[in-house]
């Protein structure tokens, strides 16, 4: 098995501002995990759960409470982050944000719009793409740098089904073609599993992590798929109905799934 790109062990992460021994000040307690070269690694988790402050952490971006974090020296990460904010009032071409923070080639530019599924668009102003446009293009501006693992924090937020689908569709491409390492956030758990090696269930301590083939193997995730990816997907929500007290440890609570009237049983028992 090759060396980690990213692990963190035994990771401890406080609210900003906290006090140590506060027990409500740990955002995430004892994380451990590793994301290795061309493996996709997805994290779901309900809203506040830390998902965007574990991936803060792991790109160093945050301080240590406890545990550690190891990045493989020199490593290259495209990083697109869950929230870009964006002054519409201030025009920018999409070739001109590609060269920001760092100034790129036309022929730079121009591949990774291609590659990205976007070709053209460098005249283009920022504030005037769509979603699923805009989505491309900060993609596009993550493999700027040609990333041995590309970071991406809901990626797909604001696009439709066909749209979540092509993304990850064109995720998956680029792994196979370039071997790059994806540590994606999400709440598009369904979709998401069937492209991950590896998903993680996060809760403040991760609750449980699998396969997307073990997990793919439960009757009422094929009751899911089956009964048409679209509802399927509108209909599923991970919900957590349970407290935690960052002690760590086994996590015995259930993840249910809200699922189509029809298909009966809950859905997405896999812990
Ligand atoms: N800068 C901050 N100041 C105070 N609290 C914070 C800050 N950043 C995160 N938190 C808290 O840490 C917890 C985890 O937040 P985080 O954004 O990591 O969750 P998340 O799983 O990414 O949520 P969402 O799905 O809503 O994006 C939340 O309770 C949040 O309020």
Redesign the pocket.
């Known amino acids: 098995m090759s060396a980690p790109l990213i692990e963190a062990r035994g990771l401890t992460i406080l609210?900003?501002g906290a006090v140590r021994g506060d027990p409500d000040a740990a955002?995430l307690s004892d994380i451990t995990m590793a994301i290795r070269p061309a493996e996709i690694v997805t994290v779901v988790?309900?809203?506040?759960?830390?998902?965007?402050?574990?991936v803060r952490a792991l790109l160093g971006h945050l301080p240590a409470a406890g545990g550690e974090v190891l990045r493989q020296p020199g490593l290259r990460v495209g990083y697109v982050p869950?929230r870009l904010h964006m002054d519409a009032a201030i025009p920018m071409t999409v070739r001109r944000f590609l060269s920001l923070p760092v100034r790129v080639s036309d022929d730079q530019a121009r591949a990774a719009l291609g590659r990205t599924g976007v070709p053209g668009l460098e005249g283009r102003q920022i504030a005037q793409l769509s979603g699923g446009q805009f989505q491309r293009v900060l993609l596009a501006r993550a493999l700027l740098n040609d990333p041995q693992i590309l970071v991406l924090d809901?990626p797909t937020q604001g696009l439709d089904q066909p749209g979540i689908v092509a993304f990850y569709r064109l995720i998956e491409d680029l792994r196979r073609e370039t071997g790059v390492a994806v540590l994606l956030?999400s709440?598009d758990l369904l979709v998401v599993m069937a492209s991950s090696d590896r998903v993680l269930c996060?809760n403040g301590h991760i609750c449980c992590e699998g396969t997307p083939e073990h997990v793919s193997l439960a009757p009422e995730y094929r009751a899911l798929f089956g009964a048409g990816g679209e509802e399927a997907l509108a209909l599923y929500r991970h919900v957590h109905d349970h407290e935690h007290d960052h002690a760590g440890g086994a996590c015995d609570h259930h993840h249910s799934g809200h699922h189509h009237p029809d298909l009966g049983k809950e859905a997405s028992e896999h812990a």
Do not use: A, D
């Open positions: 609210r900003p955002v988790g309900p809203n506040g759960s830390g998902k965007s402050t574990l869950q809901e956030v709440h996060l």
